[in-house]
């Protein structure tokens, strides 16, 4: 059993009667590069997941989940406040305000599909010409590639002019090799952590981090915390050896938690940060996290609920724009990297000049992951949700690879140059040339208001 959906209400009029096959797997729905049904992107609103479809307990059909707070998500013209059963024939309608799109909902028993061959697109069928003009756009994409392949490579090109070498020394390589379970109690009347489970990482979590003229230690959140991001390896159902160990404890941390088990428990984790001079031992709870981002899911079923806590964003990146840093004050020591601020961001905005150095530890086997990489390439928009505040991330354009997260941002703000963002992980995937930054004004504002915030308790069904 399987089922498709077939366009019939679409932005790109050649897309109607095309049609997507999907069969006992998840099926994102929405405007990220992270979706496998891609709906069309607007100017005045981030790109966001609209829904996910998922598989009913019984396997014998499939239910719409509702993951925007921006957009409408409806069934036959009503409205899905949260998640709905899908029957044969029903007609799925997405909108941002600005376009809409609609399928026809249709369960198939036919055999032309199998489980396991993932997602299917069947375009209808086009008129010769149209495959013409398809080979002659696909010869143009690709000079366009090459063009911007060697622009990349000539030190004249995009974000050429700018000269990152004296903050090599203040670029590090942050890994997480273990988690634990603590909780708080007294050694002799003095207060720490107590350790009540531990387990290594089959693959420890490799990241950048970077320290300012200020003394703080930076880093994306989701390379100190391993178990707060989505894994494909789960299915979100049950808890098995196929599950991450990370993404296991933490479930059993925040079940217990839930219920109102005592002592309240925590998860951590230990990092290491190579510098020029030695090593470093951190743990997660040695960093500041700002939790108002964070999303509460229940997953599991109704009879065995299992709790998760995760960064990843339900409506858009916006959500988790609060969420994927952290910081921590590293002894005497000082760095040559400044943070650009709010005020720093508006006057990057006004200004013709948009190219971006990103410095960072990629993950490559042609590569020699101790050395410092540069990318160049170029920011597109900084959006403000008010005057202390931007909203949402950065979105650049560069050639980054997993490790580069965590890792600085430079640009040119006026004749300065300063950390602008931080990489991060926009809706769970990147792509080739796309990839997204924490503006660096968050920082600043969560330093200035003293690190640690309140917890969000707001629980999601996905």
Known sequence: MYYRLTYRLSANKKSRGDAVLCGYRPLMIGQTVSCDVKLPESDDVAPQVFAVILPNERRDGWYL??????????????????????NNGDLLTFSDGKSRTAFCYELCEDGEYHSKEGVVYLPKPHQEQTYWLTAAWSCVAVVIVLFAFWMRHDNGGQGGNLDCTVYEHDVYQITTDSVFIVCDTLENGVPCKKVLKSAALEHPGLGTCFLTDEGLLVTARHCVEPWIV???????????????????????????????????LEMASHCVVSFDDGFEHFHSTDFHMNKTRDQVVCLGTDANPLFWRTIMP??????????????TELHEKRGKISLASI?????????????????????????????????????????????????????MSASIGDGNSGGPVFAYVGDS?????????GDGVGTYTTFWAVPTSEIIRMYQQGGVAEENDLIFRR
């Open 417 to 425: 140059i300063k950390a602008i963002g931080i990489v991060s992980k």
């Open 314 to 327: 339900m409506g858009s990146n916006r959500d988790m724009e609060l969420g994927d840093f952290a910081y």
């Open 65 to 86: 989940v509702k993951r925007t707070d921006t957009g409408t998500v409806e069934v036959n013209g009503q409205q899905v406040a949260v998640a709905q059963a899908l």
């Open 343 to 395: 005020e720093d961001l508006r006057l990057f905005e006004k200004q013709h000049n948009k190219n971006v150095a990103v410095l960072g530890f990629p993950i490559s086997d042609n590569a020699n992951n101790e050395m410092v990489s540069v990318v160049y390439g170029n920011s597109q928009h900084v959006d403000f949700a008010d005057s202390l505040s931007t909203q949402g991330c950065l979105k």
């Open 230 to 264: 989505d894994h494909d390896e789960w299915d979100g159902q049950t808890l098995d050896e196929q599950t991450p160990i990370a993404v296991r404890m933490a479930v059993e941390v925040e079940n217990w938690n839930r219920q109102g088990g005592q002592p309240r």
